[in-house]
């Protein structure tokens, strides 16, 4: 059974409802400093450390760490109603990554691409869920705008910070926002309904898990 706790402090509700457009830009302003101090690859690398970062520090902060374990409980049901809808909005996203990221790729890329590509996935995925579900759905929990929709336009516009740093085509680019769009929108859905990050997460991992060409690029050119 989905329990609604109880609303946040005003001044949390206040802080929460202005991250998803502070993050965007704040992170635009690190990512810009890190490369221009470290170069493009590695600067990219520390300005996605510093992001994570910030995910679990306000999430720690707005949140709070036994409200925060409690996320990841599995919620009862695990999936909310309509179950069909539900069951595709969770599962399009990891099976459109898979089908288009990780098996085109994954033979050329060999075993150290494909860990470290689960690595820094699942590291991306659970900050990411833990900041644009958790905090919403924690401090709005009765508020389809302040917890689903206003930070699924944050979400999506967070994306155009690193993908500002790396040239992209205009059909790539759309692509990667589209993605991110749906990822938003429909993950924010189910974290608001169940209350629970629990499903969303690990769906999310296996998503981020699957970009193998951006983590070659990225991550392990020298």
Not at 9 to 29: F, N, T
Not at 82 to 88: E, K
Not at 112 to 117: L, M
Not at 188 to 216: C, E, K, N, Y
Request: aromatic share 10%.
């Amino acid at each position: 059974m989905i329990t609604s706790p109880a609303a946040a402090p005003l001044w949390r509700r206040y802080v929460a409802m202005s991250l998803p457009a502070v993050m965007p830009v704040a992170m635009k302003a690190v990512f810009d400093a890190t490369t221009r101090r470290h170069g493009p690859q590695r600067g990219y690398q520390a300005g996605f450390a510093v992001y994570w970062a910030s995910c679990w520090a306000a999430a720690a902060a707005l949140v709070g760490p036994r409200r925060l374990r409690r996320l990841w409980l599995v919620p009862e049901p695990p999936l909310p109603a309509p179950l069909a809808l539900s069951t595709a909005v969770l599962l399009t996203p990891p099976l459109g990554g898979l089908a288009t990221q990780w098996i085109p790729h994954a033979r050329a890329s060999g075993p150290v691409a494909v860990a470290v590509t689960a690595g820094v996935g699942t590291i991306n995925a659970l900050a990411k869920e833990t900041f644009w579900r958790g905090i919403p759905v924690a401090n709005f929990p009765h508020d389809p705008v302040g917890g689903w929709l206003w930070p699924a336009i944050g979400f999506t516009a967070w994306h155009l910070v690193p993908l500002s740093l790396r040239p992209s085509g205009t059909r790539r680019r759309t692509s990667l926002l589209a993605g991110a769009a749906v990822i938003g929108l429909g993950y924010g859905w189910m974290a608001l309904r169940t209350r629970s990050l629990a499903i969303t997460g690990p769906a999310h991992a296996i998503t981020d898990s699957s970009g193998l060409q951006p983590v070659r690029a990225n991550w392990l050119r020298h």
